[in-house]
């Protein structure tokens, strides 16, 4: 079965935020997400709901709750069908805050411009 590949966002100094947030929580909760990012790279595009939702436009969400806690990670696949990982959060609330989706959008935008040659 064919894997799709999935990378971190990186920001210009190295930074990689979806994994220094994921290195931030609990082990079980870690395992959990990287589990249901490893359930993208065998899907890719197609995987969907309740695993994960569109946000908006290109942007979508992986999905992991335990409990009343709802784990999310922002990411989208570019033009090279690489699933880029964009921002990792944890909310209690229904809808995702406007906040993490400018995070998202931005990072995105960013990983876009990357790709262009001046």
């Known amino acids: 079965m064919k894997r799709w590949q999935i990378e971190f966002f990186e920001e210009q ?3 990689r935020p979806v994994q220094a ?3 931030g929580l609990p ?3 870690r395992g ?3 589990a249901r990012i490893d359930l993208l790279a065998q899907h890719g ?3 969907d709901h309740p695993y994960t939702s ?3 436009g ?3 969400e992986v999905r992991v709750r335990l409990g009343k806690t709802r784990y999310r990670v922002l ?3 570019d033009e090279a069908r690489v699933g880029i990982l964009l921002h990792g959060f944890t909310k209690n609330t229904a809808a995702v805050d406007e906040t993490d989706k400018k995070i998202g959008r931005a990072r995105m935008a960013r990983h876009a411009a990357k790709g262009r040659t001046p």
Do not use: C, N, S
Request: hydrophobic residues 45%; without cysteine; proline residues 4%.
């Open 58 to 60: 290109k942007l979508r």
């Open 75 to 77: 990411y989208f696949f």
């Open 21 to 23: 947030w994921l290195d």
């Open 54 to 56: 569109q946000i908006e």
């Open 32 to 34: 959990k997400v990287l």
């Open 13 to 15: 100094d190295g930074g």
């Open 27 to 29: 082990e079980a909760v």
């Open 45 to 47: 595009p197609t995987l």
